[in-house]
């Protein structure tokens, strides 16, 4: 299965089983055929009277739509048939995994600091969409930004950051280890 194929599974992110389930059987209930504006118009129509969570079918229609050619990708979906459900929970999991590990690495980047946070959330989220985490970074981040207090959201999430990088002893020439590990993630922070 190719990424674009991949992404259309995983893009409605319905979180009960019940509901993507539903969902595949309302998405290949109808062969896609030759007129993409048809089938749209009919999965919306189809979605609504299953009582699909329509954002979710909205999130699939523009995912397809700017995949490139829309009919080609549901085809392509709708291969899957009956294992749309068990690939879809799998890739979620999979999701989830490379969510934790991008936050486990990208987190501590952030020096804790609120006159870094602007400049480490716009780095954050580029990051974030380049390895495919986008829509959990935003949640994160917005999350982050209700906070009265960001380095907590991070330790609730399980990210120790610097919240005061001062507190670092002063490096010396052949340091290595924590010290030279946060400034390296740093710099990689600042486009060094």
Same mark, same amino acid.
């Given at each position: 299965?190719?990424?674009?194929?991949?992404?259309?599974? %995983?893009?409605?992110?319905?979180? @009960?089983?019940?509901?993507? %389930?539903?969902?595949?059987?309302?998405?290949?209930?109808?062969?896609?055929?030759?007129?993409?504006?048809?089938?749209?118009?009919?999965?919306?129509?189809?979605?609504?009277?299953?009582?699909? @969570?329509?954002?979710?079918?909205?999130?699939?229609? +523009?995912?397809?739509?700017?995949?490139?050619?829309?009919?080609?990708?549901?085809?392509?979906?709708?291969?899957?048939?009956?294992?749309?459900? @068990?690939?879809?929970?799998?890739?979620?999991?999979?999701? +989830? %995994?490379?969510?934790?590990?991008?936050?486990?690495?990208?987190?501590?980047?952030?020096?804790?600091?609120? +006159?870094?946070?602007?400049?480490?959330?716009?780095?954050?989220?580029?990051?974030?969409?380049?390895?495919?985490?986008?829509?959990?970074?935003?949640?994160?981040?917005?999350?982050?930004?209700?906070?009265?207090?960001?380095?907590?959201?991070?330790?609730?999430?399980?990210?120790?950051?610097?919240?005061?990088?001062?507190?670092?002893? +002063?490096?010396?020439?052949?340091?290595?280890?924590?010290?030279?590990?946060?400034?390296?993630?740093?710099? %990689?922070?600042?486009?060094?």
């Amino acid at each position: 299965m190719d990424d674009v194929v991949a992404g259309a599974v %995983r893009v409605v992110g319905i979180a @009960d089983v019940g509901e993507v %389930r539903r969902w595949f059987e309302v998405l290949c209930a109808e062969p896609v055929g030759d007129d993409w504006d048809a089938f749209r118009d009919g999965l919306r129509e189809r979605a609504v009277g299953e009582s699909v @969570d329509e954002y979710a079918v909205e999130r699939f229609v +523009e995912y397809v739509t700017y995949a490139g050619d829309p009919g080609w990708v549901v085809a392509r979906v709708q291969e899957y048939g009956d294992s749309l459900t @068990d690939l879809y929970l799998e890739l979620a999991r999979a999701s +989830e %995994r490379e969510w934790a590990d991008f936050l486990a690495e990208c987190g501590p980047v952030w020096s804790g600091r609120e +006159e870094d946070w602007a400049q480490f959330r716009d780095w954050f989220l580029h990051e974030a969409g380049a390895r495919g985490v986008a829509e959990r970074a935003e949640g994160f981040v917005v999350e982050a930004e209700g906070s009265a207090d960001k380095a907590e959201v991070f330790r609730r999430h399980g990210v120790d950051v610097a919240a005061d990088p001062e507190a670092f002893p +002063e490096v010396r020439l052949g340091d290595s280890g924590e010290w030279v590990e946060y400034l390296d993630r740093q710099l %990689r922070a600042h486009g060094y």
